[in-house]
């Protein structure tokens, strides 16, 4: 058939499909119908039409009809009240027993501190400082026990607080992850200190009154801290308890578990925040009745929400009581690149590659980078002696400086800082290449056939990401993310796209522009997690509130560098135990930068490999493969 009568006797039908898919009321049955017909009438087009337009346009065509067949819909409200109507009481009520001995230790580490207070009247200055002690019998004497929450910025109180709220419950449950220790332990201190606090005011007459003025808002952000302790025991407890599940099963339900129950104290946290701020402070001018009538209200929805309400949808539901939805924990090496991939599908699909290649790329990680990185790091240290004998405020931040040589206090900083874009780019390779492998075995021929071919244009990729993260100052990170994404793709576009093909820069240009959105979520999700994930450890809430204080929760990192601190005092002579503790914060800096960085590569890849698609539809083509293939009987390698 002739090019020009192949148009006439299909173009009508090409037409109502532009039409469809223009309009607003699209029915996916029909677009269902129309992606058979024009994939056949494509086929057709390649088989006789092969470098005519017709193909090209019914080849844009298809990829619409493709997209639009297999487009998922997005989350309602209805459901996202689902979730806080039905699923998270039934997490609560499975986690009831956690929650309710995380109450009972935490009234009786109370206990404790009263009764340690009873016996040494001193003993709140150790819990509480003896600023803090000394400032309220001031405040006590001034007629204005608790004048301590005046404040006249009133916004800058509920900010400071909230996030301090914040800050205390998410560590409390995130500890939990280390055999349920961490989490002991905070409810120890935070109860102990509550104890002694309460039993103070009462050595000075002051209970109701202390009662009436603390519980306003401490109703809301004490229980939060119980309640967060009890999510912690919870995800501790699938490592620790795994019952029927393997460990790694448990450790994935009981997490899950405790993140919905972490993430229903947020609205209480700030409530909490917003009742210190505003409320609290004026507690003075307010009547009694109206105190006892707040905190009462206050422990009533606390106790609706999380003991009365759960039981009642339990009870109403009991068919969905002892169901778990348990992920599939087989290692599938076999990755569709060729498809269209949700926000969603794009961030699961990094995590499940990460999972299914990370002995390849920690193989060339740890045999090659971790040497030049610690060798180079060591080089710096050396360079930096008396700097490092020095406690910063930002550890991370300076440790980073000094690392990376982004501070320039010499030449030997310029040189070290352009050896580091050259190890990016090497831990970009090994991810890439990985990824380009994945299902393969590993093989050190291969690898370094690949670092051959593709190594200096990775690098080249990946230099304007990498100049743009470590120039600027840290405080303009956040700022700098909104940036990141207009050549998120470069680096991928440069390792994966087929070596013959001209333009790559370009070409990643192109692919990061497109992905924009997609590319900004993606990483602000990951900057939330990765956040969230290094509390524990060492972020931004192991800050000091000054350079010779100590920050208002220690996590394991201060603690273990300062564990070293004092080894290295008795070891070292003079004043360089310091460089010990900062030499072993560089260490864990290094380490999770190596953890973390190839799940940010490989959402890269996968962002890639998405506008691929978008743009030459190779699972389209791939689909055309399997026609004719099918058999009726049973699946076929093509199925």
């Given amino acids: 058939m002739k090019e020009t009568s192949f148009i ?4 009508e039908k090409w037409n109502r499909f532009e039409k469809l898919y223009e309009s607003q009321s699209n029915d996916p049955e029909e677009l269902s119908d129309l992606y058979m017909d024009i994939t056949d009438d494509l086929s057709y087009a390649q088989t006789f039409y092969r470098r005519r337009t017709v193909r090209v346009y019914l080849n844009q065509l298809a990829q619409r009809v493709y997209t639009g067949v297999h487009k998922q819909k997005g989350e309602s409200f209805k459901k996202f009240l689902t979730v806080w109507k039905t699923s998270l009481p039934l997490e609560i009520y499975r986690s009831r027993k956690n929650l309710l001995f995380a109450l009972a230790i935490f009234l009786v580490y109370m206990m404790i501190g009263v009764a340690t207070t009873y016996i040494d009247p001193d003993f709140p200055r150790v819990v509480l400082g003896d600023g803090y002690v000394e400032m309220t019998l001031q405040n006590i004497q001034d007629g204005n026990p608790l004048k301590v929450y005046e404040t006249t910025d009133q916004m800058a109180m509920f900010v400071q607080i909230t996030t301090n709220n914040m800050k205390v419950a998410f560590l409390t449950f995130f500890v939990g992850f280390f055999f349920t220790i961490g989490t002991h332990l905070l409810l120890f201190y935070n109860g102990v200190m509550l104890g002694a606090f309460q039993y103070f005011f009462h050595a000075k007459g002051l209970l109701i009154t202390s009662f009436l003025g603390i519980w306003i808002h401490g109703a809301f952000e004490i229980s939060a801290i119980v309640l967060a302790g009890g999510a912690g025991i919870t995800a501790g407890n699938g490592l620790l308890f795994p019952k029927s599940y393997t460990r790694i099963q448990s450790l994935q339900l009981s997490t899950k578990r405790g993140l919905k129950i972490m993430m229903s104290l947020v609205p209480f946290i700030i409530a909490a925040g917003f009742l210190e701020s505003y409320v609290t402070a004026n507690y003075q001018v307010l009547p009694n009745w109206s105190k006892w009538a707040l905190i009462m209200f206050s422990f009533a929805i606390i106790l609706f929400f999380y003991v009365f309400y759960p039981m009642y949808v339990a009870r109403k539901h009991p068919e969905l009581l002892n169901k778990e939805e348990v992920g599939n924990f087989t290692l599938r090496k076999e990755f569709n690149f060729n498809k269209i991939r949700t926000i969603g599908e794009l961030i699961a699909d990094a995590f499940r590659l990460y999972r299914a290649e990370f002995i390849k790329f920690t193989k060339i990680n740890g045999l090659i980078v971790l040497p030049i990185i610690l060798i180079v790091v060591f080089l710096q240290d050396v360079n930096h002696f008396e700097l490092q004998k020095t406690e910063y405020y930002f550890d991370w931040a300076s440790q980073l400086q000094f690392m990376i040589g982004y501070g320039f206090y010499s ?12 190890i990016f780019a090497l831990i970009f390779t090994s991810v890439f290449w990985s990824v380009s492998t994945v299902g393969e075995a590993f093989s050190w021929k291969s690898f370094f056939r690949f670092l051959k071919q593709r190594f200096l244009r990775i690098w080249l990729g990946n230099l304007l990401l990498v100049l743009t993260v470590c120039l600027l100052p840290y405080y303009f990170l ?3 993310v909104f940036l990141l994404p207009f050549f998120y793709l ?42 969230m994930l290094m509390q524990p450890i060492g972020f931004v809430f192991s800050i ?34 310091m460089v010990w503790s900062n030499g072993f914060r ?22 890639y490999y998405n506008e691929r698609e978008k743009t030459e539809a190779f699972g389209l083509r791939k689909e055309f493969e399997k026609f004719g293939k099918r058999s009726r009987i049973k699946e076929t390698s093509v199925d």
């Fill in 8 to 11: 006439d006797q299909n173009k």
């Fill in 411 to 422: 030449l030997q900083d310029g040189i070290v800082f352009g050896l580091w874009t050259l």
């Fill in 478 to 480: 956040i700022p700098v």
């Fill in 490 to 531: 470069n680096a991928a576009a440069m390792a994966l796209s087929p070596l013959e093909r001209k333009g790559k820069f370009g070409l990643g240009f192109s692919y990061s522009a497109k992905h924009y959105g997609k590319s900004l979520v993606v990483l602000l999700i990951l900057l939330l997690l990765t956040a």
């Fill in 544 to 577: 000091h509130q000054g350079w010779t204080n100590e920050p208002l929760v220690r996590d394991i990192l201060d603690m273990a560098a300062d564990f070293v601190k004092r080894v290295a005092q008795v070891f070292v002579p003079g004043d360089e135990y």
């Fill in 586 to 607: 560089q260490l864990i800096y290094i380490l999770v930068m190596l953890g973390i960085l190839p799940l940010l590569i490989m959402t890269m890849a996968l962002g």
